[in-house]
């Protein structure tokens, strides 16, 4: 994947940073952490502008949350919440827990969105609790485009430092993100299983 990466923007230059960085956000298995480090790369060599790459980084960033928000946007809380007071049963998930989750991400939305863009593994997914919420979509570009623009900077300016090295930066990056996603997993998984125990509870 690598070398398509360098490949890619190798002919299309800044224009394929920004694709890149807009398919990241829509298919999470191409990762920034090797994006921008690679691009990072190449403004070293001077084949780039590092201002120039952290900036369309971010634009492609920006852009490649909205598919997401919109979906969540246009399926909605209320929607959902009948779907959790009709088939949620089997989730141990209610229409009440919806509303929760959703009162929570109306209090700290900002917050989440700011700083879950630096954090490899839901970066990409915050786009749809924020849709869902119904977020203010200037609020949404604007948090999101601070995050990802530290994203972005960091990783180029690591790809800028590392040279021929760039790799590096999603090779200790990459395991992180597993890291992360394992532990939500297993969160999710002792929810699902308290909650199972205590609905057993409350019937019995």
């Known amino acids: ?106 209090r700290h939305g900002s917050k989440a969105v700011l700083f879950g863009r630096m954090v490899p593994g839901i970066r990409s997914l915050l786009s749809l609790p924020a849709g869902m919420s119904e977020m203010p979509m200037g609020k949404f570009l604007l948090f999101s485009a601070i995050g990802s623009g530290l994203w972005a900077s960091l990783l180029a300016g690591a790809g800028f430092l590392l040279g021929e090295h760039y790799d590096r930066v999603e090779q200790y990056v990459g395991p992180a993100s597993r890291i992360i996603l394992g532990v939500l997993a297993v969160a999710a998984a002792a929810w699902f299983l308290r909650r199972k125990r205590e609905q057993e509870h409350t019937e019995v």
Do not use: C
Not at 60 to 79: D, K
């Open 1 to 106: 994947m690598a070398e398509w990466v360098q490949n890619l923007m190798d002919s299309m230059g800044y224009l394929g940073i920004l694709l890149l960085m807009v398919l990241e956000n829509v298919f999470p298995p191409i990762p920034s952490e090797l994006i921008m480090p690679s691009a990072g790369f190449a403004a070293s060599r001077g084949d780039l502008n590092l201002v120039l790459v952290v900036l369309m980084g971010t634009l492609g960033s920006v852009i490649g949350t909205l598919p997401l928000y919109y979906v969540g946007r246009a399926f909605g809380e209320e929607r959902l919440v009948a779907w959790a007071d009709k088939h949620g049963k089997w989730l141990t998930l209610s229409g009440r827990d919806i509303r929760k989750a959703d009162d929570w991400f109306d």
